[in-house]
């Protein structure tokens, strides 16, 4: 790798760091970042909405290591809560092993000056005592100061509260839940809880419960209700995604009893007789994601103002209501979007595209705002950069299937080498957004395909359930057509085809060598290789998972067997080149160890790199670019080039 592309990926990574976990309260932003050398300390840090020169106020000591690990995959790790005119800050230490809790509020116009822009009203107070197990940062705070939230002991999820004038407490445990429970929230008042619930054999995204909760003036639950109702999922499997107050008796979430996730406004009034007040359906459109990790946000605002974001097509849309009523869409450049947050007309997200690194965006919607406001968006375009173009071929069951292309950058071959992508998830999905690996490629000369295989989101829920029962078939299938017809249009070398894919990826990476000769070798990252494996061995989480994307373990134990790439590695006679962290909780490297002398043995150009101090996704800048450099290198004499 030379010295150029070395400083690409640092400057890459590097800008990807600042602003995790945004967050707007009144005209304050705050999130997260790394304080010191190491990656094991963090602190919340503040500054004035839409002052991105201001010099940030570091709220909390670099004492702390912020993280959620809520259900293996964890999600936001603090919350900011307005209440009683102050700012209400609640994190979780994974130093401590507890909850942590400061109170603020807004600083007078001489500290603002030396940039310190909340005051603390209360120091810092660890509430709960150290625990061995995992909270969620959906926490709620009732009027007799209590906080509310759902934390994981010993593989069971359980409603807890905590006494906001105590420190160093037990958790007291309210409600004990059947299995999975998440997205906690309530009402301004905090009388009305609500969360979800899912329990085997599904994953959230697959099917879940609505419960609503009503509590009494002493903090204790009088009453719980699952929401049911015959349009929606009395008689179906439905998901729902990210319920959310918008008053004191409305809420807000979606659902895809429709085959996609559209828009639900539910009245609490009596919660002995919830009711839907509107129901927005329409296609092609997701209002929500697969609920891999919490606190994702599609949602925010209030009934007279609310926001809302949606996946049109390969973008996304910004709606603003009022009263239940659409007032206005407005499309954004971007491919994808997070940290999303409103406060009254105040938006807040970060966004990335096809051509530029995530940018904070921050907008005042008390301004006149145009339907398309990408104008008033300050953008640094990368120059020579590949764009996506959308590409639909048939797949498995010939049915139409989603890709993305990326035309080489450089005239290096007289055909351009071409390399498929094979997203994780595998409930996941490309979105088109800037990538420095495939930019990597582009730019020297080789073709790039990601495929969005049967299975993927955001493209529906029936395309999401092409893969029930058939993963390690359907995805790998997609691959390879896709791979035929690019060959076949003449556009890339038939021999020089080369397929990536990292942890889910690398099982359909692996398994498209083995069945035809469309690819000449394969690169994978901490692949998933043995089925049986994951089955007794996953994390609780997706411990399920297996039984709507291969079947039932007893009833299908074969189709384990037959589909676990450790099964039929011998057969594999083509390079393979795999990089494993010595540190993956979630797939054991002494997997890949044990096909290690197999795969060397059957090509010599087959190699198996280990890294110490790296788990399930490379953080370490010298990693990636040794991945990167080994990668080129084992192309080179893979493909003869």
């Not at 299975?455 to 092409?466: H, I, L, N, V």
């Given at each position: ?35 010191g050398?190491g ?5 919340i ?61 807004n ?72 299995n999975f ?21 599904y994953?959230p ?67 002995e ?6 129901r ?20 925010s ?13 390969n ?36 966004g990335y ?24 968006i ?5 120059k020579d ?47 088109g ?21 049967g299975?993927?989101?955001?493209f ?21 057509a ?61 411990k399920?998972?297996?039984n709507?994307?291969?079947?039932n ?13 450790i ?24 997997q ?50």
């Amino acid at each position: 790798m030379s010295n150029f592309d070395k400083l690409k990926v640092r400057q890459n990574v590097s800008k990807k760091k600042a602003y995790k976990e945004l967050t707007i309260i009144r005209n304050t932003i705050i999130w997260i970042d790394v304080v010191g050398a190491g990656q094991n300390h963090n602190a919340i840090f503040a500054r004035p909405f839409n002052e991105k020169d201001a010099f940030p106020q570091q709220l909390t000591s670099k004492e702390y290591n912020i993280k959620n690990n809520f259900h293996g995959y964890g999600g936001k790790s603090y919350k900011c809560i307005d209440f009683k005119n102050n700012f209400y800050l609640i994190w979780i230490d994974q130093l401590s092993k507890a909850v942590w809790f400061q109170i603020f509020k807004n600083a007078g116009k001489n500290d603002r000056s030396q940039s310190k822009y909340l005051e603390s009203v209360q120091e810092p107070r660890q509430l709960s005592k150290s625990t061995e197990g995992n909270f969620d940062a959906s926490f709620v705070i009732s009027e007799n100061f209590f906080l509310y939230g759902i934390c994981e002991i010993n593989n069971r999820d359980y409603l807890f509260s905590l006494n906001l004038e105590k420190t160093k407490q037990d958790i007291y445990r309210i409600k004990k839940f059947e299995n999975f429970a998440g997205d906690l929230s309530s009402n301004p008042s905090a009388s009305l809880l609500s969360w979800i619930e899912w329990d085997s054999p599904y994953m959230p995204w697959e099917k879940n419960d609505l419960f609503f909760a009503q509590m009494d003036f002493d903090g204790s639950i009088t009453k719980i209700k699952r929401f049911s109702n015959k349009l929606i999922n009395s008689q179906k499997n439905v998901s729902f995604f990210q319920p959310y107050w918008i008053s004191e008796k409305l809420l807000v979430c979606s659902e895809d009893s429709s085959g996609w996730w559209n828009l639900l406004f539910i009245d609490v009034s009596d919660i002995e007789r919830i009711f839907i007040t509107k129901r927005v359906n329409r296609k092609l459109i997701e209002y929500g994601a697969p609920q891999w990790v919490s606190g994702i946000t599609f949602f925010s605002g209030t009934i007279k103002n609310l926001f809302c974001l949606a996946k049109k097509e390969n973008s996304w849309i910004l709606e603003q209501y009022t009263d239940l009523v659409l007032v206005k869409e407005f499309s954004t450049p971007f491919t994808s979007i997070s940290d999303f947050s409103v406060f009254q007309n105040k938006v807040l997200l970060r966004g990335y595209g096809s051509d530029f690194l995530g940018i904070v965006l921050e907008i005042d919607f008390a301004e006149k705002v145009l339907s398309n406001f990408s104008e008033r968006i300050h953008i640094d375009h990368i120059k020579d950069c590949s764009k996506p173009e959308t590409f639909w071929f048939k797949g498995f069951g010939d049915q139409s299937t989603h890709s993305f292309l990326y035309k080489p950058l450089v005239e290096n071959f007289r055909k351009p080498p071409l390399l498929v992508r094979a997203h994780s998830g595998p409930t996941s999905f490309f979105d088109g957004s800037y990538n420095s690996e495939v930019q990597y490629w582009t730019s020297k000369g080789f073709f790039v395909a990601e495929v969005n295989y049967g299975g993927s989101s955001g493209f529906g829920k029936a395309y999401r359930e092409r893969l029930n029962y058939k993963w390690g078939i359907v995805d790998s299938y997609d691959c390879k057509a896709l791979a035929l017809e690019l060959t076949k249009s003449n556009l890339v070398d038939s021999e020089k085809v080369v397929i990536s894919g990292n942890s889910a990826g690398g099982l359909t990476a692996l398994n498209c060598l083995l069945c035809g000769s469309i690819f000449t070798a394969a690169i994978c990252k901490y692949p998933v290789i043995d089925l049986k494996d994951m089955h007794y061995n996953t994390h609780r989480f997706e411990k399920d998972y297996l039984n709507s994307l291969v079947g039932n373990y007893a009833k299908n134990h074969d189709d384990y067997i037959i589909r676990s790439p450790i099964n039929n590695i011998n057969k594999i006679k083509k390079p393979i080149l795999l990089f494993h962290g010595k540190k993956d909780t979630v797939i054991s490297y002494k997997q890949t160890l044990k096909i290690q002398e197999i795969l060397i043995q059957n090509n010599k150009y087959s190699e198996v790199i280990f890294f110490e101090n790296e788990g399930h996704g490379f953080k370490n800048i010298e990693t990636k670019e040794v991945v990167m450099q080994k990668s080129q290198d084992f192309l080179k004499n893979a493909l003869n080039i």
